[in-house]
């Protein structure tokens, strides 16, 4: 049946709330996130954003909101998760996916996102660094995806080729293996990663 104008017009009207408050979502993650003091976080997130996309192009506003604000506590200075207080990596790496979760379930409350989007894309975040299900590997995949396509060359400039090598090996080993082609595929100005990243997929490998 062809919808009257009236119910369409109250179609519309249903739909724009939501609209609204995905896109209250995302400019308030990219406004944060462009104030980080971790001078690579801006283009992660969109290029996270991006690998999601590319590696599954039904992704959902959930998906794609995680995508953009999974690593939003590291933009916030007073509530930034510090590895010096870890002496596990993974255990600071948990603790910086729960307070990502934490800080963009405020966001989303603020914005008026809906409870289920708020829950799902919280559980996301929560799980982005060790996966689990299908939305949670794949946002996994797409952050170390993009630690590689676009984060590396700058953590290289702040630390030293041991500890580049040690974060690479950390990167590739909870990557899917039928994804280390687009690592392969990668290109560097700095010859030195070039060969580093390839000498740890041979080793990885």
Request: net charge positive.
């Amino acid at each position: 049946n062809i919808l009257s104008f009236y119910e369409m017009y109250k179609l519309k009207l249903s739909f724009v709330p939501k609209m609204n408050s995905i896109h209250c979502v995302k400019k308030k993650i990219e406004s944060i996130i462009a104030s980080s003091d971790v001078p690579e976080d801006p283009i992660h997130s969109s290029n996270t954003c991006e690998w999601v996309v590319k590696l599954d192009p039904k992704a959902d506003e959930s998906l794609q909101i995680a995508a953009l604000g999974h690593d939003i506590e590291r933009a916030v200075k007073d509530r930034k998760v510090l590895q010096k207080d870890y002496k596990d990596y993974d255990q600071f790496k948990e603790a910086h996916a729960i307070n990502s979760a934490v800080i963009l379930k405020e966001i989303m409350s603020a914005c008026k996102l809906n409870e289920k989007m708020v829950k799902n894309i919280s559980e996301m975040v929560r799980a982005h660094e060790t996966g689990g299900n299908k939305k949670t590997s794949l946002l996994q995949n797409a952050d170390t995806l993009s630690f590689f396509a676009v984060s590396l060359p700058f953590y290289y400039t702040r630390n030293d080729r041991e500890e580049t090598k040690r974060r690479c090996f950390w990167g590739l080993k909870r990557l899917s293996l039928d994804l280390y082609h687009f690592v392969i595929e990668c290109q560097y100005k700095n010859k030195d990663i070039e060969a580093l990243v390839k000498s740890c997929i041979v080793q990885c490998n």
